[in-house]
């Protein structure tokens, strides 16, 4: 479907997915990846950002 609609991204955590959209040449994007896209395209504040990334970790913590 995204050679059909011609996609910039196909947005894709999985890494056997991301192996076959490589494979048929579709680019990808991870999750953290498309916000950082969408921050960079003023989609999205730095805070904004930053909260869902937090969202995307089990119990809502960051360590770094």
């Known amino acids: 479907m995204a050679q059909e609609i011609e996609a910039d991204y196909v947005v894709l955590d999985d890494l ?10 579709v680019d990808v994007i991870g999750t953290v990846g498309l916000l950082l896209l969408l921050e960079k395209r003023k989609l999205l504040s730095a805070e904004q950002t930053w ?4 969202q995307l970790l089990p119990g809502n913590t960051v360590c770094i």
Not at 16 to 25: G, Q
Not at 51 to 54: I, R
């Open 16 to 25: 056997l997915a991301r192996r076959k959209a490589h494979y048929l040449a």
């Open 51 to 54: 909260q869902k990334m937090q």
